[in-house]
């Protein structure tokens, strides 16, 4: 009888060597899968952050340089006694406007910290330091037990301990994800109707400062009886090709909704590849248009 | 409708008017204008673009408050990550579990 139950179990025991492997391969695969998600939503979140923190800087230049393209065009039909008057408002306005769009960016940077906080997880070592370690802890007992040695059971308990770690890693990104998906859903559509808002005002921004910069260097000049100044064609030519980057400002608006599509995505567990590549895609999209904006923006003061 | 959807709408208009204005076509019908109207036409160009920066500051200052009002949340995700990182890569916890996982594998071993 005892026999036959020690047969029974032995049965059993290659039973879970065959098992254990391959629930642990299993499982394994749907842990780092979700892992991989929520380490892309989080990298798409820290660039995205990045991205939008260059163009509030080039919302705040282009407002100032637009706003000076209009004080120079109107200065001199404008009466003496009104321009310091015009000018002091102004500048009082546009710090305003440099304080409120730095308040944007330093929540910005909280919300970075957050995405970075999230990744730090996703990215974490300790299912596979756990494997090492009971690796070696194994590698020690079967040192003293020949019949541990022996166990079909010995190349089952690092992937198994690896297993057990990684589920602790997903059940904490997938509990952050339950008590904070309101307020990531409620951000991120605040930032698409923000950067909505700072798009239009940016190109308008914009729009004004190569209108002034036109008429001021090309159109007016021109028309004048007196020589064109040298840099003339060479003016004409960065105010038209200009243009064309003052048209793509909304990019940041797409942008956090693509990042706003994910983090839904992220939810329903189908955030793959493909729409991360995408995602980065329209965050990249972002980030080159406020480099292209920055020489604009200069031309422009 | 809400104040700041307003100011948001005129601001739009306004942002559109400021363009117009600013038109090189625009300016080059202004400068052929009298003194009068030239006048004239750089006090409305300085007055819509005063009362687009004064909505702007309102339109942003309003959506800066909104993101703030969000902010406790993101700090609060900060803080459980953090501290449950630190729980996830204790060492103490990693042997533990390998600990477990080695009772385990003893006992159905000594079975055998």
């Known amino acids: ?301 | 409708m809400e104040m700041i959807a307003l100011y948001s709408k005129i601001l739009s208009q306004l942002n559109e008017t400021i363009v117009a204005m600013t038109e090189p076509a625009f300016d080059a019908l202004m400068q052929a204008g009298t003194v009068e109207q030239r006048r004239r036409a750089a006090r409305e160009l300085l007055d819509v673009q005063h009362a687009r920066l004064v909505l702007g500051n309102m339109v942003l200052a309003d959506i800066a408050a909104r993101l703030k009002e969000n902010e406790r949340a993101f700090l609060d995700g900060i803080a459980s990550l953090d501290e449950a990182l630190e729980r996830l890569e204790d060492i103490e916890a990693i042997l533990g579990t390998v600990s477990t996982v080695l009772k385990i594998v003893g006992r159905v071993v000594t079975l055998l």
């Open chain 1, 1 to 301: 009888m005892r026999r036959l139950e020690s047969q029974s179990l032995a049965g059993a025991v290659r039973a879970m060597a065959v098992v254990v492997p391959l629930l642990a391969a299993g499982g394994a695969a749907g842990c780092a899968a979700r892992t991989t998600q929520f380490h892309d939503f989080a990298t798409a979140g820290v660039t995205y952050v990045k991205a939008s923190d260059a163009v509030l800087e080039e919302a705040g230049t282009a407002a100032i340089g637009a706003d000076s393209g209009i004080l120079i065009s109107a200065r001199p039909n404008t009466p003496v006694g009104e321009r310091a008057n015009r000018v002091l408002a102004a500048n009082k306005l546009l710090k305003d406007r440099v304080a409120i769009l730095r308040d944007i960016r330093r929540h910005g940077r909280v919300l970075q910290r957050y995405f970075e906080a999230l990744a730090s997880i996703a990215d974490s070592k300790a299912p596979e330091s756990a494997a090492k370690a009971a690796e070696s802890a194994f590698g020690a007992l079967a040192g003293l037990s020949a019949s541990i040695k022996a166990s079909p059971l010995a190349p089952v308990v690092p992937g198994l301990t690896k297993l057990i770690v990684g589920s602790f890693k997903v059940r904490i990104l997938e509990d952050e994800l339950h008590k904070r998906a309101d307020a990531i859903a409620a951000e991120l559509a605040l930032q698409e109707a923000a950067f909505a808002k700072v798009g239009e005002v940016l190109q308008t921004d914009l729009r004004v400062q190569l209108n002034t910069l036109e008429s001021r260097q090309v159109v007016q000049p021109f028309a004048a009886d007196a020589a064109l100044p040298k840099e003339w064609a060479q003016v004409r030519e960065q105010v038209i090709t200009a243009s064309a980057a003052s048209a793509a400002a909304s990019a940041g608006a797409r942008a956090a909704g693509a990042l706003r599509q994910a983090f839904e995505a992220v939810v329903a567990n189908r955030f793959d590849r493909a729409a991360f590549t995408s995602l980065l895609d329209d965050i990249g999209e972002m980030l080159t248009i406020a480099e292209q904006l920055a020489p604009a923006a200069r031309e422009g003061e």
